[in-house]
């Protein structure tokens, strides 16, 4: 979550603004009532408002938040079928931790791990270890915390006196690994990007490694580019460094979107567990698991991955139940939506989703492409997501101009500088969703073709600072 300051030194619009601010039509049995009672907006109200009122005062300000829809910039799902809606509403009101009081939905909890462990070829599916969370990030914290554990249980007499754990990732990977390596104290070793190579490249994470890493973070997925990273690739050269130094340093696959694609549009692609170094594996279910934001998932291979004093056994209205997450009270909402989702698709109806999802990016990718004014970097060809910069000839605008102009049309398209090594390139990065159909893709290709000429008649580009210009830190 954001932080955010409270109102500070900012003064209330003065009561004569507020009270314009309510239409009288919101006082239902007197249009003139509500207009007198107009509610501050920075401190509690002295009373009660109609529910009616409070309603509409919401959500006329909603109306200036984006269109979620046309917001190219999220991984995350912006639509889903009513039904699905219905049980999240059916649902909300469940406490996730409460298994005893609500056996049902702990089941279907259940359920999904076991389906997420037989697509992604766990051992023994029925013995797999793995929960729910609230998203990636809190997955990826737990999987870092397991890769911690059982390193210092292999260095009880060196840690923490003398050693300090390290973790070995790309530069690339989503800021939630930053956030690991500085709450959990562990030194972060990033592979800087190099040249046309936009994530980690196996020997040098490889190089990395010595007897402190606690592990190398893999992406299905680079949130910069769209692009696989080479897992299988890793794992090999981490199976060499065994054989010449000793060292046995596990794997987990972030696979925050490409756990959920790869699977049905990539099938003959190893990265999961079919890889015996790749020790857990986390997805979004709120990304490609085509479920509302809210809902994550962490599985480990087996029992020995997890280390058993990690998880918390509590008697908790009047049940012993184990728990490993960092939060403890959350709506079962989205856990019941993954079930329905995997109910409802099947591997056949996820592999036709992810395909067209595919299809609509590459085909979009092209047509950026045939413009003239914009270099791919990827296609849409792995992720459903593809990234661009200006062509080398183009001098009058940039990507953040491009951003900025689409926004006008109501298209989040973010535009931002690339980490260490590649400071110098600027991207556009579209993602292509469920939802996001060829015809959306098209009215978007329309009002590019209709501001690009504007752009080609500036004099030079707008942005003077970069990093001023860009929404969007991934």
Not at 147 to 162: E, M, Q, S, V
Not at 188 to 206: C, I, Q, S, T, Y
Request: charged share 25%; hydrophobic share 40%.
């Amino acid at each position: 979550m954001p932080l955010h300051q409270g109102a500070g030194s900012t003064p209330e619009r003065d009561a004569d603004t507020r009270r314009l601010s309510l239409n009288p039509f919101f006082g239902e049995a007197d249009p003139v009532s509500e207009m007198t009672v107009a509610p501050p907006t920075h401190r509690l109200p002295d009373g009660p408002l109609p529910p009616s009122t409070a309603y509409q005062l919401v959500h006329d300000e909603l109306m200036l938040d984006g269109n979620s829809r046309l917001n190219l910039a999220t991984f995350v799902t912006t639509w889903m079928e009513p039904q699905a809606g219905v049980l999240m509403s059916e649902c909300r009101d469940k406490n996730m931790i409460d298994k005893d009081e609500y056996p049902r939905t702990a089941e279907l909890e259940r359920r999904c791990v076991a389906m997420l462990a037989d697509l992604w070829n766990a051992p023994d599916p029925s013995t797999t270890v793995g929960c729910s969370t609230t998203g990636s990030s809190e997955a990826c914290m737990l999987a870092g915390m397991a890769l911690k554990r059982r390193w210092a249980r292999r260095n009880a007499d060196r840690y923490p006196a003398t050693a300090r754990p390290n973790l070995v990732m790309g530069v690339n990977v989503q800021v939630c690994w930053d956030k690991f390596c500085n709450f959990w104290e562990v030194e972060p070793r990033l592979v800087p990007m190099e040249g046309n190579r936009f994530h980690l490249d196996p020997k040098a994470a490889a190089d990395l490694c010595d007897e402190n890493t606690i592990g190398v973070v893999t992406v299905l997925g680079s949130t910069f580019d769209g692009s696989y990273e080479p897992v299988a690739e890793v794992c090999a050269a981490l199976d060499a460094l065994q054989e010449f130094t000793g060292l046995d340093i596990p794997v987990h696959v972030d696979g925050a979107s490409g756990a959920m694609v790869a699977p049905f549009v990539d099938e003959d692609l190893v990265w999961d567990f079919r890889l015996p170094r790749v020790s857990s594996i986390n997805t979004s279910g709120h990304k490609y698991g085509l479920v509302y934001p809210g809902v994550g998932w962490a599985l480990w291979r087996t029992s020995e991955e997890l280390p058993e004093e990690l998880v918390f056994r509590v008697n908790y209205l009047g049940g012993d139940m184990p728990t490993f997450a960092l939060n403890f009270s959350r709506p079962g909402a989205q856990v019941v939506a993954q079930y329905y989702t995997f109910l409802r698709l099947g591997r056949d109806g996820f592999r036709a989703v992810q395909q067209t999802s595919r299809d609509v990016a590459r085909r979009l990718a092209d047509q950026f492409e045939q413009l003239g004014d914009f270099q791919l970097l990827t296609r849409g060809d792995e992720l459903p997501v593809f990234a661009l910069t200006t062509a080398p000839d183009v001098r009058n605008f940039d990507v953040f101009d491009v951003s900025r102009r689409l926004r006008e049309q109501g298209w989040l398209v973010p535009a931002y500088t690339f980490p260490a090594n590649r400071e110098d390139l600027s991207v556009l990065r579209v993602v292509c969703r469920n939802g996001f159909s060829a015809d959306l893709a098209a009215l978007l290709m329309e009002d590019l073709q209709g501001l690009l000429p504007e752009l080609r008649r500036q004099p030079h580009p707008m942005s003077k600072d970069a990093a001023a210009a860009t929404a969007f830190h991934h």
